[in-house]
């Protein structure tokens, strides 16, 4: 969570808290629309304010498990291909010309397109299943391959999903701070104006506290215009 969703959060968890210890003062302030609100709006917040957190570690750990299987694909299944087809294509010739141009890819490239690769690799290898396996590669060398590929297109899938997620739930603390930033100031007039017709001069200074939002430190207060 931002800073400023942050202060938002703590002011609007103060002001809560001073309402409901002076409910008796505040009439049926505590039951307005307005509190309602303020209510609903820090809950969403504080719900938002997890799941950042949760997608924020999620997409850490997804990251890692996604390199994991680019790794595999790129070690288990493209190199000894590669190296075989090399091999085959000098001292076959002709017969293997459909493996010829297999190549691994460059270094930087995005893993969707390594996973397609390998699937077009695989599918290329295939027909000269014999011609591998007598090079000690399993009999389902190019299934596999298949299958790390699609491994590594579901590694992307969920990594990329929990970062979408991160963004929404960033998006929405956002929006639920707008509400609870609107509500106070709704409700801080109401209780300044009870608590002074009640001539409770000391709440109201204390309510005058609670119910300021926090600069971040490092903001100069801009000085109104004369």
Known sequence: MKWREASVLQTGQEVQGFMDEHAELLGGYNNSEERDVLDAALAALT????????????????TVEKDKRRKELLDEHFLPIVAIARKLTKSKGTRTAAIQKIRTPPRR??????????????????????????QQMPPDF???????????????????????????ATRDAAHQASIIRSAVRVLSG????????????????A?????????KPGVKRKRKAK
């Open 47 to 62: 719900a938002a304010a997890a799941a950042q957190e949760f997608e924020r570690t999620a997409s850490k750990s997804l």
């Open 109 to 134: 490239i995005s893993d969707l397109r390594l996973a397609s690769k390998a699937r077009g690799m695989a599918n290329g290898a295939a027909p000269y299943k014999a011609e591998f396996v007598a």
């Open 142 to 168: 190019a299934a596999q391959a298949r299958r790390a590929a699609a491994a590594l297109d579901s590694a992307v899938a969920a990594r990329d999903q929990s970062v979408n997620n991160h963004v929404k």
């Open 190 to 205: 109401m209780v300044d104006s009870r608590l002074y017709m009640l001539k409770r001069f000391d709440l109201r200074k």
């Open 207 to 215: 309510w005058r506290v609670v119910r300021r939002f926090p600069r």
